[in-house]
């Protein structure tokens, strides 16, 4: 069977139905292939299920703490099959919803199937050939499991397979200390399972500055989770209780027995078996799309989105290439990758809300730089919800009161951040945030007071 289209979206992650409900409403003709759920990773193993577990362990902790609060309750348990039953009825209806919305549009056929491209202008899905002058590639990422010694005889969960399942483990070992591993250890610990981290490098999230790492490590030790950093020579094996994690090569043989296995050391591009070498699609070494600012391939009519160009591993980062992919084409507007401020949060709780460069980014420009910062014990908000671990700071120009970036790790961190990223995308400096008058009482009301409290750094 042979089709032809206008356009061909290959994945239906976060940037595909989007682009295909544009084409369509554009009058053209699209063909949209997905191998496996509708959604992708965000929708379906990664940020609604996470963040579904993350607000369940909230409201463990926080019942735990009631007496704080003068309130008087009973014993507290966790019913892991409602907690997952909750997580995957908030997945399927995304799912589902997408499903529902891209089966509405009127123009565009959804084929189920693994696409694997023939051409720059035709792409197979088992016995159908299809064939189109533009077609977009969103096929995101999986769970990257490394070569590492006794891998391949132990049983492990990677976020996917963790996602399906109720168990609540006797000892979670969480491999990897970023994104994945942190929010699952805290979920998990909170839920009642013992957790140990065991990261590689020298600390926790290595990519933000020393004292947000240091912070982090605090938060999640104090709620009793064990991490491990600096664990060089990690290795497997098969115990009686589980599996043996071997942490360190050069004093004898430490290592944590855990009853389970989490590998969450970071994700790869599902460009290994989509055919790019019969396009001519370039990649780089890992696999990620090559693309340039405007997120076209090197093959001129396709484009790729989202995880799998290597410019951004985020949801946000992924729609956002949507909207500059589709405004380019039929808008006739010309948005680059490279004008997006990076902004993130990783849900450990407090939250750790992110923009633009950490101060070592900064510091390392050559700038004279000045930095704001307080401690959440002295943001009002937090005082009364007493929730006053972490801190605020503000990176900012000296010489030109630029803002170069931001971080709140605390209460709402992940949303107060916004005030900081929007005068960013605004043009505006630190004066503007300091002249800017916020709400009493919130979190947000204390970044223009550290942006009025800069001082140099050493
Ligand atoms: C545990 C976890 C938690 C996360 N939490 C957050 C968060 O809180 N916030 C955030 O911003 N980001 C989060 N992320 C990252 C976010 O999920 C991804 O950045 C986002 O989903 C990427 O979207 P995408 O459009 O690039 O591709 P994906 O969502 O990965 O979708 C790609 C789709 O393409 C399909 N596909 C692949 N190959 C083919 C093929 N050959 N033929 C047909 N179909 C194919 C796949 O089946 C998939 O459905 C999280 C990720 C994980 C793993
Ligand atoms: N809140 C969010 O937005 C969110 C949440 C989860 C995931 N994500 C996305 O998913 C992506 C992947 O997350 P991730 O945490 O898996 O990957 P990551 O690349 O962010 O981190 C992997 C971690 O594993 C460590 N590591 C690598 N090899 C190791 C080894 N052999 N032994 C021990 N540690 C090892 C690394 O040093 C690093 O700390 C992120 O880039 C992020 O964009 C986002």
Not at 131 to 147: C, H, Q, S, T
Not at 325 to 333: F, K, S, W
Not at 364 to 385: C, F, N, Q
Not at 406 to 413: F, Q
């Amino acid at each position: 069977m042979a089709g032809k289209f206008d356009a061909i979206v290959i994945g239906t992650g976060q940037a595909g139905p989007s682009m295909a409900g544009r084409l369509t409403d554009a009058g053209m003709t699209v063909a949209v292939v997905e191998r496996h759920l509708i959604g992708g990773t965000c929708v379906n193993t990664g940020c609604k299920p996470t963040k579904t577990l993350v607000a369940s362990a909230y409201a463990a902790h926080h019942a735990r703490r009631s007496a704080d609060y003068g309130v008087i309750t009973g014993p507290i348990g966790i019913d892991m099959a409602r907690v997952h039953a909750r997580s995957q009825k908030i997945s399927v209806d995304s799912r589902n919803g997408n499903e529902t919305w891209l089966r509405s549009m009127k123009g565009c056929t959804l084929i189920r199937g693994h696409a694997r491209f023939e051409s720059a202008k035709t792409v197979r899905v088992g016995d159908e050939l299809l064939e189109a002058e533009r077609i977009f590639i969103n096929v995101g990422g999986r769970a990257l499991v490394p070569d590492m010694p006794g891998v391949g005889e132990v049983p492990f969960f990677t976020n996917s397979s963790l996602l399906d399942t109720d168990l609540l483990p006797d000892h979670l070992v969480v491999v990897g200390g970023s994104y994945i591993g942190l929010e699952f250890a805290q979920i998990y610990a909170r839920f009642g399972s013992r957790v140990t981290v065991v990261e590689k490098g020298p600390r926790l999230i290595g990519r933000e500055d020393a004292e947000i790492s240091d912070a982090v490590r605090s938060i999640l030790e104090a709620e009793g989770i064990q991490i491990r950093t600096g664990a060089e020579c990690i290795r497997f094996a098969r115990h009686p209780d589980g599996v043996a994690v071997g942490l360190d090569c050069s004093e004898g043989v430490p290592e944590t027995i855990g009853s389970h296995l989490l590998l969450a050391v970071g994700r790869r591009p599902n460009t290994d078996d989509l055919g790019l070498e019969m396009a001519g699609i370039e990649t780089d070494k890992r696999g990620y799309i090559q693309v340039n600012d405007r997120l076209e391939t090197n093959v001129p009519g396709i484009w790729a989105l989202g995880d799998c160009n290597g410019r951004g591993a985020f949801t946000h980062t992924a729609y956002n290439d949507f909207e500059i992919v589709a405004q380019n084409l039929l808008d006739g507007a010309n948005r680059k990758v490279t004008d997006r401020i990076a902004c993130y949060a990783l849900y450990v709780d407090p939250p750790l809300g992110r923009v633009g460069m950490t101060e070592t980014e900064a510091r390392a420009t050559g700038s004279r730089i000045l930095v704001g910062r307080r401690p959440m014990r002295r943001v009002g908000r937090a005082v009364e919800k007493d929730e006053q671990l972490g801190f605020m700071k503000i990176v900012v120009d000296a010489d030109t009161d630029a803002i170069l970036g931001a971080a709140i790790l605390g209460t709402s961190g992940d949303e107060a951040i916004h005030t900081v990223l929007d005068i960013m995308a605004a043009g505006g400096n630190a004066a503007t945030l300091r002249h800017t008058m916020h709400i009493h009482p919130t979190v947000s009301e204390l970044v223009p007071t550290i942006a009025g409290e800069l001082r140099p750094v050493s």
